[in-house]
């Protein structure tokens, strides 16, 4: 099925220059695209990259106007990544790929569970009592929402994703055994959140793990009990945050990075992927450690003097003084 | 639904320094607790926190009874963390949030799998022939038990846990593919072992997977073929323990450790949060290792310089020698 | 039931020095193994363990063929390891534990979904519409293969896996939002691939996400949208790979390994466990990077010094030219 440019800029504005009855049958990468394809080009940097493209038309933004113009149709608008989105989002509705509304005959729903008629619950899902799926809401196939969870309008839930397990809370025993405590809380996640492929978020304590709204979690997340998450941020793949855990608006979680439990972290923090946050963070900025990557035999022998690194400080300190003493004699 | 304090302490013990008839309605941490509202204190250093609370009643420790008597209402207890735990216990049987006996219709339970009838099988799990599942454990909802593995009394396995898949192991075949070893073991649990969300633990090749009594696990590990986890000690989210690990009894691991295969941990290590082991480790102790984080500037000159430590050590050695010459020499 | 080792010999080849109406009743490491279990010994280095092994026969490789031989029963095979594997593989069949073909009831199969008549679709798993299942594949309970994804012929797809999830794509907006990217890709597994259990492979934004033939993949690892992993590397568990990232051939990656988006690993790369990988790698080799485990009091020491190791080097830098002064000046 293909779709007309000028149906897309009547659904997404644009200004379009070029064939409106031009159809599109795919969109693709701008290297790769063919005269039936649409692209799109975000930097202004890679205006050079549009020169030997062969797609039928390309979203730009109104600096490359002219460059674009002259080598075939374009749509400009001020933002051509967003407007890309999107018509990745129109383009799923008009191809009717779209999850429909309604709960899959082999979902399991407990009773008490409480639905919005527009939201749709995948195949195979467990939805506890008491629990609430927002309007607009998809619930993947294989998605577990426990007892008393609450999940606001337009989020979507990857397969495998399991809300509301119990967080990982245990007494000491004088036996050195764990005495379990029961997680009495629940979680609460806003609206417009995405939660990926086997992400876990466990229900709080006493009170509740809160997802605010626009969060976007990527696959094989595990968030603990009474984290707070705030508004907008995203975390990509592999990535852990401790128990009680408060993060702000507008962070980002590069993949695998690991947030320890009952730190405080700023609005506007962004960590690089595999890195350890062991303090607060009280001021936005971009924060990173991980050990970087060396041919074996190199990390090999910097591993082994690393673990002298302190002695070492005070070997310098050591040379510093003798070094003035020697200077002052001679 | 209200749980009287005089009925709290009844079932759990411990002295009651004030009114038997107070109503609970909620359990609540000590600075938000309401007057209908019942809260503890564990830390005696925190005794302070007391003084504002609103709490309706307070479980303490010995020490802090004037304290807490002067305030209001409290349970004296020798251990008020484990008496709370003990409370939510008794919190979840009273409202009725246990998991009942039995199985699940939407479970699928292959023949000649043996359930305890005490034992709960939530909705939409999986359990093969041959598995044994103990008395009063309680398997909730998408979780998967394979064939042959077999799990102790009383554990909790959460939502997506996948116990007895394939380890991981393949022979090298002289073209450069893999070929599979089958894995002919299984996985055996002991009792009281808590199991978190998608955590999975893998059947062993030739012999058994083997966590013992008392084990608890966060979500998100991964346990590999073939390992050891002695009784009582507790992982993490994230963690990953690779094929053949033996380790000992009451250790803990932090969040996303890691502890290389064929390793030999002994009783009582703490290993800290995102520390990879790599040797065995002899004694008990508390072991570290990750690179702190810093800003991401100062990251970089560090990561920049770290290359060339083993360097830096022989530069460090040549100034001593040349130093001892110019000392002589002066 | 037993196995003769005549029957295992006719099946598999190799030179049988001994009874060929032995039975054996399993297979057995070779330390623990008794006379009516059967057990491989791979490493000539290891010769001296055959002495006291009570196995009933031993597969052993020609240079091992008299020690062994003077010991009992043995099977002289050139790659003894693979010869196992290929044994692991007949014991299944004979024992029956290969799931048979077909499609659990309990499983739900989309109109549109082409399943071969030889393939496995365990219980309570989901295959999408338009999603294609190769001959001899064997999808284990509870997997999810989403709409359009494609898997080839003889692979094996464990408990918990996700396949074709969407990508991990955000436009951000004006306001600080983000703007879903919805993901227009597929994913595509050639010929005897193994997944792990809960391990996740999304779907690509435009392209695809592709595996090559022979690919194994462990448990607990995210495969981001629009990656491509060639034939034969393997990796361990809880590995990560961020988007687009492009690996060759034969390469591996060990346990936690990371790497980020974009990069471009050669054939026959091998990454340690806990390494993360920030660049692209154009040269076979092994390559690592992680902070070695210590003693916690030794690490806090050097990892505080570690922060000032680009302010040692200039310290360094500086001993080395004042030294240069006072020596000349002496």
């Not at 051509?80 to 899959?104: E, N, S």
């Not at 899902?125 to 998605?143: C, K, L, P, Q």
Request: glycine share 14%; net charge negative; aromatic share 4%.
């Amino acid at each position: 099925m293909t779709l007309r440019v000028g149906d897309i800029v009547a659904a997404l504005g644009g200004e379009l220059l070029g064939d409106a009855q031009r159809g599109i049958a795919r969109l693709a990468p701008l290297e790769a695209a063919q005269p039936d394809e649409l692209s799109f080009l975000a930097d202004a940097r890679l205006t050079h990259a549009l020169k030997g493209s062969q797609a039928g038309c390309v979203i730009v933004a109104p600096a490359m106007r002219e460059a674009a113009a002259a080598r075939g149709d374009c749509i400009v608008t001020d933002n051509p990544h967003l407007y890309f989105a999107r018509l990745t989002q129109l383009w799923q509705r008009v191809h009717g790929a779209v999850p429909q509304p309604g709960i899959h005959p082999s979902a399991v729903v407990e009773e008490g569970a409480i639905i919005d008629p527009s939201a749709s619950v995948g195949a195979l899902s467990f939805i506890g009592r008491g629990a609430r799926i927002g309007a607009g809401t998809i619930i993947r196939e294989r998605v577990t929402i426990e007892q008393g969870c609450s999940i606001g309008a337009r989020c979507l839930i990857q397969s495998g994703a399991v809300i509301g397990g119990d967080g990982f809370g245990f007494a000491s025993t004088p036996e050195g055994g764990w005495e379990k405590i029961e997680q009495l809380g629940a979680v609460r996640i806003g609206d417009d959140v995405e939660i990926g492929a086997n992400t876990c978020i466990d229900r709080g304590a006493l009170g509740d793990t809160v997802i605010e709204d626009g969060v976007k979690l990527d696959n094989l997340i595990q968030i603990a009990h009474n984290c707070h998450i705030g508004r907008h941020t995203a975390m990509a793949g592999c990535v852990g945050v401790a128990g009680s855990a408060h993060i702000g608006a507008h962070c980002t979680v590069g993949g695998a990075g690991m947030i320890l439990g009952h730190l405080h972290i700023a609005d506007h923090v962004h960590i690089s992927s595999a890195s350890i946050v062991t303090r607060s963070i009280r001021r936005p900025g971009h924060y990173t450690g991980f050990f970087p990557l060396d041919d074996n035999a190199q990390w090999e022998k910097n591993a082994a003097a690393l673990k002298q690194i302190h002695r070492l400080r005070e070997r310098i300190r050591s040379l510093e003084q003798q070094l003035l003493a020697v200077a002052g004699a001679s």
